[in-house]
Nanobody
Framework: QVQLVESGGGLVQAGGSLRLSCAAS????????MGWYREGPGKRRDLVST???????NYADSVKGRFTISRDNAKNTVDMQMNNLQPEDTGVYYC?????????WGQGTQVTVSS
């Protein structure tokens, strides 16, 4: 089992910034992919950004150039710096941990961007 604890959500005005953090604990594999997914109001949960243990990143087109994902493998943490936030970025952000056979989700953290 892997446990994920997220932090860093909140309310911000358009153009502002937030930083999300996710810490994994438990049976964390040395090879995994961690990342963030977003569930907007009335929408499905979609990929925002992911990063592998060897540093390969992936971003949704809508956040490229504004969000930056990073990780600390020694601490099993992943962060996502979100700049120039827009109202359409509003939603619940979920941390996800993925390894060969298992997938785990965090409890989610709310991000609200006001116009």
């Amino acid at each position: 089992q892997v446990q994920l604890v997220e932090s860093g959500g909140g309310l911000v005005q358009a153009g502002g910034s937030l930083r999300l953090s996710c810490a994994a604990s438990g049976s964390v594999s040395s090879v995994n992919t961690m990342g963030w997914y977003r569930e907007g109001p009335g929408k499905r949960r979609d990929l925002v950004s992911t990063i592998t243990t060897d540093g390969h990143t992936n971003y949704a087109d809508s956040v490229k150039g504004r969000f930056t994902i990073s990780r600390d493998n020694a601490k099993n943490t992943v962060d996502m710096q979100m700049n120039n936030l827009q109202p359409e970025d509003t939603g619940v952000y979920y941390c996800r941990y993925l390894e060969a056979r298992n997938r785990y989700w965090g409890q989610g953290t709310q991000v609200t961007v006001s116009s």
